[in-house]
């Protein structure tokens, strides 16, 4: 397949992409390089002959509508988004103009552009809130995003399957749980503590730790896109996710053996406001209609990551002291 592939030069989106250039397809990336953009994501695989990088905007409608018309893709597949929570409870207008805009502007640009390209929206299940009775999400649960950020991805959804239906479009969605595994901005969970640890610093525990998540391995995440980009149907959404329900406190526990720190490292600090207690997802549907199924153990990937946190200290290194910008600026100038 040609894939245009938005946001890969972040966490997931790196991901897909070295694995779609493993599997033969052609990529062609399109991210502005933010603060969680880096190039260095994407160095395993930056002189594939079917890898291209471009340096833009996903508002860019006219950018957008060029690439599509040179390119051709079969797919768009859209990753690129302001993604940290906590930046949005500070502002969420970025989180508008990107998640929500950045959609529209991208449908727009491809109905234009009128290629025979597919367009897969990555969305989140933070879209259906807090799983406070206990019960997993199905994709029939409704929509009850708590988070400026979880509500700019619920009204990206909601353009997605909008313009699916007005204009005929071929265009999905999947929607997937907490991701962990390499190159992850260390504002996160697992890279924020681990680097923490790694560093002698204690970690952040937001309030009680009891909220739950489920994890699943990125790798794990970027194979369920392929299979929905395969199999899956136009209009619908498809439930990803790792069946690792664990609460933060037991994570940070085992971050804490993993890298060999004691308890005195938790520091347990002021809750998150409007702080989401669970998400519980059902992926029983991808499995069904997509034949995926998460691969990776939990246990044998958290341990594969942070001895992955303890090979590449430059990398993290680079991000947390925010030398990583200078990477690209000598490549792309400061545009
Ligand atoms: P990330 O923050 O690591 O990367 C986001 C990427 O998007 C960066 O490379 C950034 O430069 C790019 N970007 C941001 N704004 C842009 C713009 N206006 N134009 C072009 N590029 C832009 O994000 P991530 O954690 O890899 O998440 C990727 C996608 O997956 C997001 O859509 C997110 O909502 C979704 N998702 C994430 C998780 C998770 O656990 N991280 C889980 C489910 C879904
Ligand atoms: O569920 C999918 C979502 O997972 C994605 O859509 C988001 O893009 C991604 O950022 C992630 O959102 P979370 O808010 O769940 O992830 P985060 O790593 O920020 O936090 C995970 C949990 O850990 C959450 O309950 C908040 C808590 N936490 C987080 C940080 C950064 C802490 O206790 N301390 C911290 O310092």
Redesign the pocket.
């Known amino acids: 397949m040609k894939l245009l592939v ?8 790196s991901s897909f992409v070295r694995l779609s250039i493993a599997q033969g397809h052609e990529v062609l990336v ?5 603060y ?3 190039l260095a994501n994407l160095d395993a695989i930056k002189d594939a002959p079917r890898y291209r990088f471009v340096k ?4 860019d409608g006219k950018l957008a509508e060029e690439l599509l018309r040179s390119f051709k893709p079969d797919a768009l597949v859209h ?6 929570v906590d930046r949005s409870i500070m502002d969420a207008s970025p989180f508008v103009s ?1 998640n929500v805009g ?1 959609t529209q502007v991208l449908l727009d640009a491809v109905r234009r552009a009128g290629t025979q390209t597919r367009f897969l929206q ?4 933070e879209v259906y809130g807090s799983a406070d009775d206990g019960k997993p999400f199905t994709e029939q649960h409704p929509l009850k995003p708590s988070s400026p950020y979880a509500a700019s ?1 619920t009204s990206a959804d909601l353009f997605v399957l909008a313009y699916q239906h007005t204009f005929a479009m071929d265009a999905l969605i999947t929607r ?4 962990y595994g390499p190159y ?2 260390p504002e ?1 969970l697992i890279p924020l503590f681990t680097t923490n640890l790694f560093e002698g610093r204690k970690v952040p525990v937001y309030g009680d730790g009891m909220q739950i998540r489920d994890w699943i391995h990125c790798d794990d ?1 970027s194979r369920g896109v392929l299979s929905a980009l395969d199999k899956g149907k136009s209009g619908q959404v498809y439930n990803l996710g790792g069946g690792n329900r664990l609460a933060n406190i037991e994570i940070t526990r085992l971050l804490l053996k993993l890298t060999g720190r004691g308890e005195e490292f938790i520091e347990h600090v002021k809750d998150r406001p409007g702080h989401d207690r669970a998400y519980l997802i059902d992926h029983s549907k991808a499995t069904r209609e997509l034949g995926w199924t998460p691969q990776v153990s939990f246990e044998q990937g958290l341990a594969d990551t942070v001895a992955w946190y303890r090979d590449n200290r430059a990398w993290w290194e680079a991000v947390k002291s925010g030398a990583y910008r200078d990477y690209y600026a000598k490549q792309y100038g400061n545009r």
């Open positions: 938005t946001g890969a030069a972040g966490f997931i989106g399109l991210d502005a390089l933010t969680a953009g880096n833009g905007d996903i508002r990753f690129a988004a302001e993604s940290h990107t950045g990555i969305s989140t299940d991805k997937c749980s907490n991701n992850q901005f996160k995440h």
